[in-house]
């Protein structure tokens, strides 16, 4: 009985703390929400206050021992400045325990009364910083953490430490630490083992993500993470959105018979995203907006439908009645307009050469966090060289128009262009305009700039290839003479003609840089190792490298002959002294030999010769005037 007392004097007290708000949740109205944060009590005397990072209390989250469940925490940042980033997470045990190793008077009875014992098993995922996302000034975020409660828990009131870290828009980073107080119960009746872990099937909404925002007139195209948490596989799900003519209860206009998706099986511990695209009316006021969903499924595959589950996810919608009243000769920087960037791009292919087809898809995201972006036109507008274009439309318009883009929303634009042959190789921009409007800010214009690398494809040939001598001995060497020329228009880098084949040994041959329209020498030995046992053919590459250093290759074949060499045999070896052969006496020999003889004899005939004439002449009287 004093149990159940205290128990009720610890609710009474509670409910005290958070101002009676057991039916509040977090996603009151702006003004109900403005009235509890102005109240909210400090839960335990180490926590930060709350000048600049308040904790929105609603109703005391429940959590069911031995389960997982989760924990839903709005930040709001009543600071004077905008987060650029905020991340929170749930302290580790060792930390915890630290933190609550004492209780001082100012705790007061709540937290002396509770159990400041550790209530959530360790998983990886317990202790993961979460991300928020940005945070304006005044503005608040919903974040929903994921815990498993300790199957040994008693049943009462415990403090969970959580951890925040804000980053500001000049880069300073400022840590908190918050504790909220969670009611850990035990879930009545006889359950099974399997059960005692999770439900056979169950789903959480919104997990590991910021809520979704819209506004007002403008389409929010937005996601809904789900996960089954259960441990069996939901066949067949669907999800039917419960909708309302009301636009006090449901924010968008109902252009469609209905909003039901069909997911298929999700597995356990699977998360999907359920995706939406819906026009908020204009009529919708500021606000957090609960959409409520069924989910239907069956149990087994092709068995019946199982009873729906009921679940909500929140939207914050930006309304009229947010916006600031502008004059009418408000100038540029009294309005705000979307900032519409280049989230990322790529070619295909990726290498683009001069002259080649490409497919540029660029990723337009609005960089905003709550301004929307419609009627957008985006015109690309290559460089010019010489007063032409490097890149040209294949289909000639160079624009791409979209309706919208939401905060944070992305859109992938693709063109396809033809590439000047005669372009040089480096990058060239190319400036993206822009023109949209935007709920203040009609015809914006912005533009931004890509820059895409062409390249020039190398190109060389080779002059008449002079192997002298063609034909070589084992051993021998041969010299290999011809020119290198340079064709493109880019430098050939460290070119290198390589020798290779079975009968030479390798041989590289270094050329050097070769600048376009010049040529470089080849002027090799190369040495014959075996004989040739093919056709003769010895491979030639040449290899050249581009100013990255990306090694390129021409292979050519030229012809030589390497051959065994014939041994010369002395036929006078091993030979007996008489079986050596006289040498026949040639012509020479032979006149000497008779030189002396027929001499003698030519003489005695010319002497005989003139001996006769002077006679006979003598006779005649006429031996004066032979004379």
Known sequence: MKKRINRILLFILTAAMILGSGSVTAFADEEETEKEDTLIPKVFHKDDDNSELRIVIGKTESVVIGKTSSLSVTIKNTSDVDWKKTKIWIASEEYYRDYYDEIEDEDGEIIKTMKATYPFEINDSLNEHHSVGPLKSGGKKTVNLRVSVKKNLEEGYYPVLLGLSVEDKN????????????????????????????????????????????????????????????????YDVRVEMELSESVE???????????????????????????Y????????????????????????????????????????????????????????????????????????PARILAGQDFTLRVKMKNASSQISASNILFTFDPETVSESPVFTTVNGSNSVVVNSLSPGASEVLTMHFTSSPSAEQRSYTVT???????????????????????????????????VMPNSIDVGN???????????????????????????????????????????????????????????????????YEDENGEVSSVDKEIQLFVMEPVPMEDPFVNMDPMDIPEPEPSKMD?????????????????GGIVFLVKRKKKKAGMDDEIL
């Open 277 to 348: 695209s819906m026009a908020v009316r204009e009529k919708a006021k500021t606000g957090y907006y609960p959409i409520k969903y069924k989910i239907h499924y069956r149990e087994e595959e092709n068995g019946n439908f199982a009873a729906p589950i009921e679940a909500t996810m929140y939207v914050r919608i930006i309304g009229k009645d947010e916006e600031d009243e502008l004059s009418a000769d408000a100038g540029e920087n009294e309005r705000t307009k979307a900032r519409i960037v280049v989230d990322s791009f790529e070619t295909e």
């Open 171 to 234: 880069g300073s980073v400022r840590d908190f630490e918050k504790t909220i107080i969670v009611w850990a119960e035990q879930k009545s009746g006889s359950t099974t083992e399997s059960e005692e872990e999770s439900e056979p099937v169950s789903f959480a909404l919104g997990e590991n993500q910021p809520t979704p925002q819209g506004i007002y007139s403008q389409v929010m195209d937005f996601h809904v993470n789900m996960r089954n948490t259960g441990y069996k596989t939901a």
């Open 249 to 275: 209860k449901f924010p968008f206009e109902i252009n469609d018979g209905n909003y039901d998706r069909r997911l298929n099986d999700i597995a356990s511990n699977q998360t999907v995203e359920v995706p």
């Open 432 to 466: 993206i305009s822009e023109q949209y409007d935007s709920p203040e800010f009609k015809n914006a214009k912005e533009s931004v700039k890509i820059a895409i690398p062409i390249k020039q494809e190398a190109r060389l040939n080779t002059g008449n290839m002079e």
């Open 590 to 606: 032979m006149l000497k030999n008779y030189a002396l003889p027929l001499g003698a004899a030519a003489v005695l005939v010319l």
């Open 477 to 543: 060497e041969t010299n290999i003479m011809f020119d290198v020329n340079n064709t493109g228009k880019v430098t050939l880098y460290n070119v290198t003609a390589i020798f290779e084949a079975d009968s030479i040994q390798r041989s590289e041959n270094y050329v050097g840089n070769i600048k376009p329209g010049e040529s470089g020498n080849v002027d090799a030995m190369i040495h014959g190792t075996a004989p040739t046992m093919d056709d003769g053919m010895i491979r030639v590459s040449i290899t």
